[in-house]
């Protein structure tokens, strides 16, 4: 649960520009390395008195990306935004609409948040039809991050289902910020259909420094007969990238039978449950341990969560409905 | 300062309410015991009791003339620290206000052990924890704590077991033990905020009489409680049963209404509620209570989590007595039996509480 730059990487940090027209706005491209630390004094949030108050933040760019997703960043309307570490979570109000957690998926290189959002609800069709320049409120970040110091030395496998590559792409641009400390990388990413293939360039992105990706569909689309990856379950792809189980680390993201079942394809190879991490979906409220909607058993997932070690959490995952 | 005895409550409420307090205290009304402001001892319940059994509450007379000769009602301090539904905040554009949370000045009479122990819970769910939330603050500072110890526990009460009565202990500005021939009451300061008031009203100096009826009036309630519960390491036997065909068995009879939820005193689940003025376009959200037992509490990705009542059942008991302490580090459950009497089909928790074994 570190973002701290470890000794000895930093000159190792990949390339900085990256061949083709970088966009005005999200950059989909590797750099500048996330989280983009800003020299100077430390980031202040916007003031804000009560923990249930959004603070108002503005649309800076709106990017469709394929399908119902829509990759949105934004900065505060009044002071700085927080650090967030990778994997963690805010919580974005549509006004009179409603407020949902989502993923920190960047930072804007003007010290915003970038988040990706499918439009599935009502709050996420209000989030996705926000226009450059609208107001979203924004609390947070929130929750616990991936542990990236448990994986230096090792090899790491990424593996992501449909939008759950969005916790996982902060994660991968800080591991190849810092790739000499880490053995070989590989994403595997599971999707319905190559119509809904996000961060699509940037996956190009990510083979281009040498990443092993990986995708598969559920579903190759009748309509774009170009497709001729791999087909079914993301677990297929384990067979197909190269790591060394008892010095693996593997951050997984998805929903949860795909992530139980990656969960324990990769720890039947040999890979340990502690080295396990997956990211959990639950209904949140709050976000900061009031409302007691996000409890998995003993965990209150917006503060225990969402990320959590497959070792602790096995268990309880187990049980249905729990 | 040492016990004294009191003979009226009215000198006590009126220097209540000359301090700015609202005075809430126990009244009958619709043949339930309801929280509600005094003005006077006469606005209180005299001479009634409480029959309460799983799914049943009867108010009734008891013949005695006692002020508090029942158990608890289906109110708690809760409502007071944490109300049923609050503002959060009001949005236009980029201009955010948030709204004066409410914090008024209430002495609650007649508070009981259970209940007590119950704010003590609170506390560590709204203070104790990474996230303090000051509107509780104000409102629990605002509290002026007048408790009373229980004479005549109800029948579904179990405070024994989980260590919580009969008689108040801490957390209390003023404790009063109600007894009669003569009707007096033995008083205790909790703190320096009771006594500074204990020593304005008319008092006498407790007699070793007074205090040995005191103790007596507690030590008999604790030997009448109408329930029980083997705590010995609840914790991780509940936390063990998640798969108990006992939550099927239970399933098949509760309603999944969340009246034991509502009642309870340390639930403290929540929901918000988005609203927009027509006129300005101004929108708003509203928090208020939840429960567990809803279907749509757990809602992701279009399916509720615990999409059944066996599931539902479970989370809520075994939140209660298993992983409250993990969050908390304490019990979730106080005792008062109120999830019991309040469940319309009679579900009750020491029961299940058993049958799990
Ligand atoms: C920690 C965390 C991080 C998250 N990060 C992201 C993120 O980066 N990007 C993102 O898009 N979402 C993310 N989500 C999920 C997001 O919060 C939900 O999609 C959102 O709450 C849906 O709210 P709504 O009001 O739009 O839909 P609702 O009104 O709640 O649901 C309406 C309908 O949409 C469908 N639906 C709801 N949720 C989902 C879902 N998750 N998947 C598929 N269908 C659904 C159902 O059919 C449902 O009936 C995250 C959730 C958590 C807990
Ligand atoms: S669970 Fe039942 S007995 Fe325990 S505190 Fe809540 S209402 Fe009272
Ligand atoms: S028992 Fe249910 S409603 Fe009560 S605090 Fe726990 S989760 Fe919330
Ligand atoms: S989201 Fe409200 S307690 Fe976790």
Redesign the interface.
Known sequence: MTAQAVPGTASQAVPGTVPGTVPETVPETVPPPWPQTRPGPAPEPAPRARPMTPAPYRVRSRRPDRADTVTLSLEPVRGRCAPALPGQFTMLYAAGVGEVPMSVSGRTRHGGYVHTVRAVGAVSEALCAKRPGEIIGVRGPFGTAWDLAAAEGLDVVVAAGGLGIAPLRPLVRELLRRRSGYGRISVIMGTRTPATLVYARELAHWREYGLDVQVTVDHPDPADAGWTGPVGLVTRLIDRVVFQPRSTFAYVCGPEPMMRATAAELTRRGVAPERVELSIERNMKCGIGWCGHCQLGPLMLCLDGPVVNYGRVAHLLAVREL | MDAVVIRSLDPLIGELRSRGYTVVGPVSRDEVIRMSEIDAESDLPAGLTDEQAPGRYRLGPAGDGMFFGFAASPDSAKRFTQPPSRT??R?H????E?PEEPAPKVALLGIRACDLAALAVQDRV?LG???P???YRRRRENLFLVAVNCAVPGGTCFCVSMGTGPRATSGYDLALTELAGPHRFVAEAGGERGAEILRLLPHDPATEADLHAAREVSRCAAEHMGRSVDTDGIKERV?SA??SPQWQEVASRCLTCANCTMVCPTC?????E???DLGD?T?G?T?RW?S?FTLG??????AP????G??RYR?WL??KF??WF??FGTSGCIGCGRCITWCPVGIDVTEELAKLR
């Open positions: 959060l905040f949005m554009g980029e201009t955010v948030e709204f924890g990474r996230h939330d000051p509107g936390a998640p798969e403290f689940c929540t929901t918000v988005d609203f927009t376009g929108a959200r928090e939840d567990c509490f757990t809602e992701v990705g279009g989590v615990r999409g059944s066996a599931a989370q075994t939140h298993s992983t993990d969050q």
